[in-house]
């Protein structure tokens, strides 16, 4: 509590001007090489510069007190009692240093470090900057894969590959949308340019739930400034029409691309071309596939076999039929923390994100401009990596930590405008 107090107090005696520089640059580099495949060892570099920083910003400037103590930590708990009835008990602490260690370490690091303006100003043109290479970097490693033959599913190498990149296109989304809201201006011509190669990219996917998950996001996005008190119309009209059309453009391409490709891969030949769009549901493989791991589930329903995403691969048999790919996981981000960790798992998981969006809700309804707008990117970051994850289960490595860090970076904003908020602050 002394510590506390005291750093309140520092925080209180600090100029509004925000951290020195020194404090953020190993966070940008972090944020800018975060989703770019081949970076490991600079990526932890980074991060490990990142969580110094933090250390040293919250001990000389002080830091509020962090969100989400309780879901999280009984995140850690579980996860740390499943060693005792892991079937791998070595691969389990692996991954919790790696998933949960390695993730929080990002959270709070950026919760710490984002004071204001200058700091969410630098960490969103970074998230911009990262998001422009890694679209450059795909589209170049897909005409190059195209041209010599490479499999369609390998040709993403660059950016951690297929299922993973449509994972954090769909989370950066949020993120863009936020800084198109911002920018100046004439830097909104760069940022319709990266629009546009992410449309492309995206639809070089194939990756139909990309486009359910964005328009998701956007669309609690649209509904947050709709029900926002005190409008301004005209400023509500340049929000909703970039939103609304944006959000027309994602229903539009899941229902061209959905038709384009069979609901089901693995039996292509059952699929009738003339079929409708409900065979994107009703055939879909992820039915037989959550069939499968649910009665897994129901084998050990209240402690799982440990954590870890892929330990079940490790432990259970592949139905013979199965393609490789249908048996790495459930697909689904709640049956594999099911499969992990039981039902309690499962819980302690929806109480996570349950209760990272109450804190997104609660700056909805701040008075605070500022405060309002990074609340309704935080909703739309839940909701569309939630949504996202409902059918595959990136909550892992890569996108973990693109979702741990932007959730940090918002909600660390948001409780530094409440504790100090010059009559002139702007993020624009």
Request: include cysteine; aromatic fraction near 14%; hydrophobic fraction near 55%.
């Amino acid at each position: 509590m002394r510590a506390m107090e005291h750093a309140s107090q520092s925080e209180a005696a600090r100029p509004a001007g925000g951290l020195a520089l020194a404090y953020l640059v190993p966070g940008a580099l972090f944020l800018l090489v975060l989703p770019t495949n081949h970076t490991m060892a600079l990526r932890m570099f980074c991060l490990v510069g990142t969580v110094a920083a933090a250390f040293l910003a919250a001990r000389r400037h002080g830091f509020s007190s962090p969100p989400l103590r309780w879901p999280l930590l009984a995140w850690v708990a579980l996860a740390l009692a499943s060693l005792a009835w892991s079937r791998m008990p070595a691969f389990s602490a692996g991954e919790i240093k790696t998933e949960i260690g390695y993730g929080l370490a990002a959270f709070f690091s950026f919760f710490v470090l984002t004071r204001g303006d200058q700091e969410l100003r630098l960490w969103l043109h970074a998230a911009f900057g990262a998001l422009a290479l890694s679209i450059a970097l795909s589209l170049v490693g897909y005409a190059d894969g195209h041209a010599t033959g490479v499999s369609p599913y390998m040709r993403w190498d660059a950016v951690h590959g297929y299922a993973s990149f449509s994972t954090y296109l769909s989370t950066a989304v949020p993120l863009l949308a936020l800084w198109f809201w911002s920018t100046g201006p004439r830097m909104r011509y760069v940022g319709w340019l990266v629009v546009t190669l992410l449309v492309i990219a995206a639809s070089l996917l194939g990756n139909r739930m990309f486009w359910l998950a964005a328009a998701a996001g956007l669309t609690v996005t649209a509904a947050a400034v709709l029900l926002r008190r005190a409008p301004r119309e005209p400023s509500k009209r340049r929000v909703l029409v970039p939103l609304f059309a944006a959000i027309a453009l994602c229903a539009i391409l899941f229902v061209t691309i959905a038709g384009q490709r069979p609901a089901d891969y693995a039996r292509p030949a059952e699929a009738d071309e003339s079929a409708g769009l409900t065979d994107v549901f009703a055939r879909s493989e992820r039915l037989y596939i959550w069939a499968f791991w649910l009665d897994r589930i129901a084998e050990r329903p209240w402690t799982g076999v440990g954590f870890g995403r892929d330990l079940p691969h490790w432990i259970y048999e592949k139905p013979k039929e199965w393609p490789d790919l249908y048996f790495a996981h459930a697909h689904n981000m709640l049956l594999d923390y099911g499969l992990q960790m039981g039902i309690p798992g499962m819980l302690v998981l929806l109480w996570i994100f349950a209760s990272i969006a109450a804190q997104f809700w609660r700056c909805t309804r701040d008075p605070d401009e500022q405060v309002f707008k990074v609340g309704a990117t935080g909703m739309a970051l839940v909701v569309s990596f939630f949504s996202k994850n409902m059918v595959d289960d990136l909550f892992w490595r890569t996108d973990a930590l693109v979702f741990w860090s932007f959730a940090g970076i918002l909600l660390g904003y948001a409780a530094g405008r409440r504790r100090h908020v010059p009559e002139t602050a702007s993020i624009q």
